[in-house]
């Protein structure tokens, strides 16, 4: 692929170079290029990730997304919960586009047609708390913000400033005056443009402002000596010369704040000096191979170990070939000499595919190890640990929560293999079998209503009901093939294998059957009726000793039968007005439990062998779509938006709430299943938990769990342990 046919692919406004039309078209190409490339997420959102922040004391990480929310994730990379989501906040209505952070107050800007600014709070514990908000008198949605330390009158004076279409709002948050600077002395010709970059100087009362006809403006504090007045401008550079201006995606300032760092569409680092007005250097923003691509965002930074005068910048962007766009980091080194251009001193390429987006940088004075983190087009957050200066000594770290954006269609069911080493999520466009590192294994593009699939707990597995029939599917050491496939009509209740992996039941619309896992056959079938009517089957479960399993009907009613004779061994009712919608069995002292999530939210457990509901709690506010037990975890899945899942650990007669999950992506979750196995040292205990979300998305992320009194109790062998009563 060429790259004119490169500039076709990635959208419209490669033509037009309006950031109007880029604020725009983010949200669709993230869905666009999901099912061409890299699909896997690693921490970060459901669509581009536009950019990350840092916090001043570098705790956490800060993320804008296209999702229209700011996410805070956990940056203390000597924590189990490294990489984990903290809190997350709906932002705005049209995309976050900017952020920035400053001694723990948050500046947002909303992208497209939000033309809001938002003023947040960091909390110690990672929260946002809203503080204020402002309007742009354009319209249009503000494409860049930053603080900006302005010294008035001798006095340091905190500003916000905001970028927008062809002018930038200047606000006091002390006192919230604002001012409304109109650009009339930007270029006419195209017509006035965007402010699509702003970066903050530390000590020269100053910011710069980069825009998308290729200008940099330089602006000083107003000589008048009020904070909210017109800036004084004191330099206009040109990216990346005055002959060939082309659009502007970054500008930072160097370490020694005497030169100005520009970067772009044109392909070029560009350096210019502030005391002289002059270009002092131009290098490409080029790969290893010989690509060259865009670049959207720069660092400057020192090393303590390197001679004086030398400093690193590490620049974040694309570069492309003839397989499409590659997100790129490329790191220069240079000794602050003039018309002696930066030196290429290493490149990564990001594993997550796309376009890398707006990076950022924290180097703790109390830690000899630095970070690089950096978000891209298909929502991911990448981590670095910055072991040496070049990009060449950096190491990947992993994130613990991984997303993945199949189609638009709700991912309906989930299931990890008996060993975690493959999972597999469905909808009614395809069903994928993921690696857990996130590599494709398997991709099945049949369609049709997916009603279910679950791996066996013994072996690789995967069966899977859609449409009116059961399907079995075995790994062969390269791809999974069909072993058998059973006509049986809608299995309307879902499927699940005996704890042995030997059969399979499946529950379907007035019938259930139990089927020989490695050929098919039917062992059994009973239809569930009342007189002529057939009653609509809606869940089934197995029991772990193999002794039962159980289907609920949509009368309000459960029927539990022996696994041995498949004779019926009791009925229960759930309630009025609500159906069991999930069954999961398990074990609390001993004894056999059968969970039941219904209709209505409610979550009960009832003893199996004495036929008793024992205990009922309102676990979520809608219906309850999915239950699943591993030894000592419970996760209940919900419709409830924002906070759909929850997790249980056992306390005595009853399991109690032990984690809430909440999505703020205004989405429920179909599906949730825990890993078949345990992680981690005792005290710090995790599983992975994938669910399935109705916004199309696949979550993978861990789960620690570490309850007092808990530990080193019977465990993950719990479910062998039963009670023979």
């Given amino acids: 692929m060429r790259h004119d046919a490169i500039s076709r692919r990635i959208g419209r406004w490669a033509a037009g170079w309006s950031l ?37 004391d570098g705790r956490y ?34 995309g976050v586009a900017s952020i920035a952070e400053s001694n723990g107050q948050v500046v947002s800007g909303g992208g497209a047609s939000d033309n809001r600014v938002r003023l947040w709070r960091l909390q110690a514990d990672g929260r946002l708390l809203p503080v204020a908000n402002w309007q742009t008198q354009s319209g249009y949605g503000v494409s860049a ?40 002395w930007m270029p006419v010709e195209p017509p006035v443009g965007w402010i699509t970059t702003i970066a903050a100087s530390r000590g020269r009362n100053e910011f710069a402002i980069g825009t998308d006809r290729g200008r940099v403006y330089v602006l000083r504090a107003s000589s008048s000596g009020n904070p909210i007045a017109y800036p004084d401008i004191t330099h206009q550079f040109f990216y990346p010369d005055m002959v060939h201006p082309d659009m502007v995606f970054a500008v930072r300032y160097d370490v020694t704040e005497d030169f100005l760092l520009i970067g772009g569409r044109a392909e070029q680092l560009v350096g210019w000096n502030l005391n002289t007005g002059v270009q002092v250097f131009s290098v490409p923003f080029e790969n290893s191979l010989g690509n060259r691509g865009w670049i959207w965002s720069i660092h400057a930074y020192e090393w303590s170990d390197t001679q004086a005068l030398r400093q690193y910048f590490a620049v974040s962007g694309w570069t492309w070939d003839a397989n499409g766009a590659h997100p790129t980091v490329i790191t220069y080194r240079w000794d602050t000499v003039p018309h002696f251009p930066p030196e290429k001193c290493g490149e990564i390429m990001l594993s997550s595919g796309g376009t890398a987006l707006k ?47 199949i189609v ?5 069911s989930v299931s990890f293999s008996h060993d975690d080493a493959f999972i597999a999520s469905g909808n009614d466009l395809k069903t994928h079998v993921w690696g857990i590192s996130g590599n494709l294994v398997w991709e099945d593009n049949q369609t049709g209503r997916l009603w279910a699939l679950r791996f066996s707990p013994t072996e690789y597995r995967l069966a899977m009901a859609r449409l009116d029939s059961v399907k079995s599917f075995i790994y062969d050491g390269v791809s999974f093939v069909l072993g058998w496939q059973a006509y049986l009509g809608h299995a309307t209740g879902g499927i699940a294998f005996a704890p042995n992996g030997s059969r399979l039941l499946v529950a379907g619309n007035g019938r259930w059957w139990v089927l020989n896992a490695g050929d098919g056959y039917v062992v059994v079938t009973r239809n569930e009726n009342v007189g002529d009517v057939y009653i609509r089957l809606i869940s089934c479960a197995w029991s772990p000793d193999n002794r039962y399993f159980a289907v609920g009907r949509v009368d309000g009613k459960i029927r539990i039968y022996r696994a041995t004779d498949y004779t019926l061994f009791a009925e229960l009712r759930v309630g009025n007005y609500m ?19 219904t209709t209505t939210g409610k979550l009960q457990m009832w003893d199996v062998a004495n036929r008793v509901k024992e205990a009922e709690v309102t676990a979520h506010s809608e219906w309850i779509s999915s239950l699943d037990i591993r030894g000592n975890w419970m996760v209940s899945a919900s419709t409830e938006v924002p906070c759909s899942i929850k997790v249980w650990v056992p306390l005595d007669d009853f399991p109690q709430l032990y984690t809430t999950l909440c999505q703020e992506t205004g989405t429920g979750v179909r599906d949730a299943v825990f890993s078949s196995r345990a992680y981690g040292l005792p005290g710090e205990r995790y599983r992975y938990l994938a669910y399935g979300r109705e916004d199309a ?3 993978v992320t861990r789960v620690y769990y570490a309850p007092q009194g808990f530990l080193g109790h019977r465990g993950d062998l719990e479910w062998q342990e039963l009670d023979e009563r």
């Fill in 697 to 699: 998305t696949l979550v």
């Fill in 145 to 184: 913000v930053a603080f900006v330390n302005w010294l008035v009158n001798g006095q340091p004076k905190k500003i916000i400033v905001a970028g927008s279409y062809g002018a930038f709002l200047l606000v006091d948050p002390s006192t919230g005056a604002t001012l409304w600077h109109v650009l009339p």
């Fill in 20 to 56: 109007r039309s880029l604020l725009v078209w983010l949200p669709m190409l993230s869905l666009v290029c999901l099912a061409q490339s890299q699909p896997w997420m690693k921490g970060g959102h459901g669509r581009a990730t536009f950019q990350v922040t840092f916090s001043t």
């Fill in 408 to 412: 638009d269609s709700p991912v309906r």
């Fill in 61 to 94: 990480l800060l993320s804008a997304g296209v999702d229209n929310t700011i996410k805070v994730w956990d940056a203390n990379v000597s924590s189990p919960r490294f990489g984990q989501l903290v809190a997350s906040a709906r932002a705005h209505v049209a």
């Fill in 579 to 597: 159906n069991p919608s999930a069954l999961a069995f398990g074990v609390v002292r001993n004894r056999l439990k059968l969970f039941v999530g």
């Fill in 359 to 405: 990076g950022d940088l924290f180097r703790s004075p109390l830690s000899p190890t630095s970070l690089y983190a950096v978000g891209t087009e298909y929502g991911a957050i990448e981590w670095w640990s910055m072991n040496a200066p070049c990009a060449s000594g950096w190491t990947r770290l992993d994130s613990p929560t991984i997303y993945y954006r």
